[in-house]
């Protein structure tokens, strides 16, 4: 595997429903973070993880709850959903520097394409 | 808090025509990144470009070209020739760089490349 994989490709979900999401960087990068891309919004950034260390949280619901077990792993796990939730969901990384700062571009997954029914 | 505005949401050009993208940010930053990112149908971002906010050259790769003004607050991105492979959702975005690592994008302009 090269680049950053996601899976699922596509989840279907009820709003009881418990799942996760699954992004690997096989970059070698220090920064991992989640996207949102729904219709009617610009791309939304979820969440930062800096050296593993969550570092950005967008005001995402608690639904929404995000794990960073080491530098290449990101999960996002989904509980008690809402249709609204329905978006192309996109991880990617980067190599940041000291401190976090950026300088790098970030390089993205294919996205999971979740739908709330 | 930076933004970044995309005031074209869709453009439809013929098969060898130039397209020009335009691409409007706002920032108190002095240091601050710029970038290009293309979204085809597959859904994967691919990185085109970036801009470090001290270096105003213009670059061309092959037939893409990109005009950064600082005047004008402007990171123009212009398609040459452009072809049915060209076809995508274009995002710019922009990172505030020492203040941390996180993208603001813009909207996204279509465009439709027809032969």
């Known amino acids: 595997e090269t680049g950053v994989t996601q899976t699922p490709r596509h989840l279907v979900m009820g709003m009881t429903n418990k799942k996760s999401l699954k992004c690997e960087q096989h970059l070698g990068h220090n920064a991992m973070y989640w996207y949102k891309q729904s219709a009617k919004k610009p791309l939304e950034l979820m969440f930062v993880?800096?050296?593993?260390?969550?570092?950005e949280n967008n005001s995402v619901p608690s639904r929404f709850s995000p794990e960073c077990p080491n530098s290449s792993h990101l999960f996002l796990h989904l509980h008690t959903l809402q249709p609204e939730d329905s978006a192309l969901y996109l991880c990617?990384?980067?190599?940041?520097?000291?401190?976090?700062?950026?300088?790098?571009?970030?390089?993205f997954g294919p996205g999971t394409r979740l739908t709330v029914l | 808090a930076q933004k970044v505005t995309q005031a074209q949401t869709e453009i439809s050009v013929v098969e060898k025509e130039d397209v020009t993208l335009d691409c409007v940010y706002e920032t108190r930053d002095t240091t601050y990144y710029l970038f290009w990112y293309k979204q085809p149908p597959s859904g994967e971002l691919v990185f085109l470009i970036r801009?470090?906010?001290?270096?105003?050259q213009n670059e061309i790769s092959g037939r893409y070209s990109w005009n950064f003004q600082k005047s004008t607050s402007s990171f123009n991105f212009t398609i040459t020739a452009s072809q049915v492979v060209d076809s995508a959702v274009y995002f710019c975005?922009?990172?505030?760089?020492?203040?941390?690592?996180?993208?603001?994008f813009g909207g996204g302009t279509r465009v439709l490349v027809k032969p």
């Open positions: 990617a990384s980067s190599q940041v520097l000291a401190g976090g700062r950026g300088y790098n571009e970030q390089f």
């Open positions: 801009r470090n906010s001290f270096d105003e």
């Open positions: 993880y800096n050296f593993k260390e969550q570092t």
């Open positions: 975005a922009s990172e505030r760089g020492a203040a941390g690592n996180k993208l603001t």
